[in-house]
């Protein structure tokens, strides 16, 4: 199974609990209780809670929230935030949910510290110890005040090896200053403050922009401008638009019968196991190229390894494989798309032809156990057809049949009538993949009217004509022939 990069932890629930303590410290005394109830932190004052609160405000607070889980804690959070602003703890609520689920790891931070050591200067004409002060705080740079010998703080040192003698480059400045442990929410406001006008204009923003977004791209993430400010763009951190954010877990594909039956067996690393039918999917359980896009090479490369050949007999025996899964559907037009995908670029692409992969069961991009709750058993979750490509692009393409948008009428067997409910549910399905960054393609079976099955199978001009303009814009799209 594909291992993800180290990931950066979360800010701990029990830090949670005590900036929300810290931030309703300075609520008077006689006024706390009152506070606590408004608040939802209790439901009703006692007569001895005010003694409770002036004895010690801390405790007070930290009894009553003791037992809240992650949800209560961040709904209280939001709550307090509401009435007492507080920058330390409105940061470490975001950090927890806009940033909970989708992380920048250390090692690409480090990529993006190697790409600041292209510029000149880092901060522009700007103070340096005033930006940094603005990005990671003014106690981060008084720290090592009273523990080293001499009482160079960390600001003393930044002045002495990185503005006075410029021992550190800036990769090494902004390690000393936490750039690769520091909150996601502080990693964004560094990033956006180097790209920002009052930093750098012109031509040098929007070249380390790019550069900066080359490197989060590998995590789903881009530097991308998101206003204008006196004629010059604004930039800011987001999700990448176009892709899946993780890394692939388990690929179960081309089923040749049954469907499996899949189950969780370690819920929180996404392990799954396949209890029945094992034997008719094939389970390609290598790690993606860095770039995330799954080529035919590195299927055939696999499956020739699998089968003890070399890579011209892997790549026969696996399209066979793969055309078996495909036929045994029955179903015309995944079939057109099948072949026509193939026989239009294996050529022209060579060993740069992405995997088009059929009757996928499973590509799983990890979810947190929050997001899944207790679910052990997979939902069906069976795709066509799906495209792998870079930076977490997921293409995937399926084909409606009738069973897809109406149930056979029982007083005529050859006839179906619309079902509102499987309509409803299909675009239900849909809606759901696109939040998550996938890209959803599908085709109508009346498309493939002159698609043959029976027999040696046949493709009519008309079915060609829809795959091969489908296929050639995506690809073109992608930037990929």
Known sequence: MAGSSIKLPIIPLETIRQLITDVLYDVKSYKLPHVCMRLGIQPSINPEDEAEAFSSKKLYINRRILEFNENALIELARKVLREYPSEGLAE?????????????????????????????????????????EEIFGAEVLREGEWSWVDGASLCAQIEQHYLCTSDWSHEEML???????????????????LVHPITRRDVGQGELADAISDALKRDGFELKQ????????????????????????????????????????DALNNDVEITKHADKVLVYDQPLPSSGMLLWSDLRDWYAELQHVDDTEGSKM????????????????EYALFHGYYERFSKTLGEKLPALIPQVYLH??????????DEKFLARQRMDFLLMLEHGVRIVIEIDGRHHYAVRDQSA?????????????????????????YEVYRFGGYEFRDVDLA???KIGPEAQRHVAEFFDRLLVRHGIG
């Open 175 to 193: 390690i000393q200053c936490g750039a690769l442990k520091c909150t996601q929410v502080r990693f964004f406001a560094l990033l956006e403050k």
């Open 413 to 437: 067997s050859k006839r179906y009538i619309a079902n509102a409910q499987l309509y409803a549910e299909m675009a239900m399905e849909d809606r759901h993949l696109r939040l998550m960054g």
């Open 226 to 265: 998101t206003s204008v400010e006196s004629h010059y763009p604004i930039y800011g951190v987001a999700r990448a638009q176009a892709g899946v954010v993780g890394t692939m877990k388990n690929l179960i594909f081309a089923s040749t019968g049954d469907k499996p039956e899949l189950v969780f067996r």
């Open 364 to 373: 799983y991009d990890p979810y947190t156990r929050r997001e899944r709750g």
């Open 92 to 132: 470490a609520i975001a950090e927890m949910t806009e940033h909970g689920q989708h992380r920048v790891s250390k090692i690409v931070r480090c990529d993006v510290l190697k790409v600041l050591n292209r510029v000149d200067s880092l901060f522009g004409g700007l103070p340096v110890l005033d930006c940094l």
């Open 455 to 457: 027999g040696k199978p």
């Open 318 to 333: 696996l399209y066979r494989r793969l055309r078996q899964s495909v036929i045994g559907t029955n179903s015309p037009g």
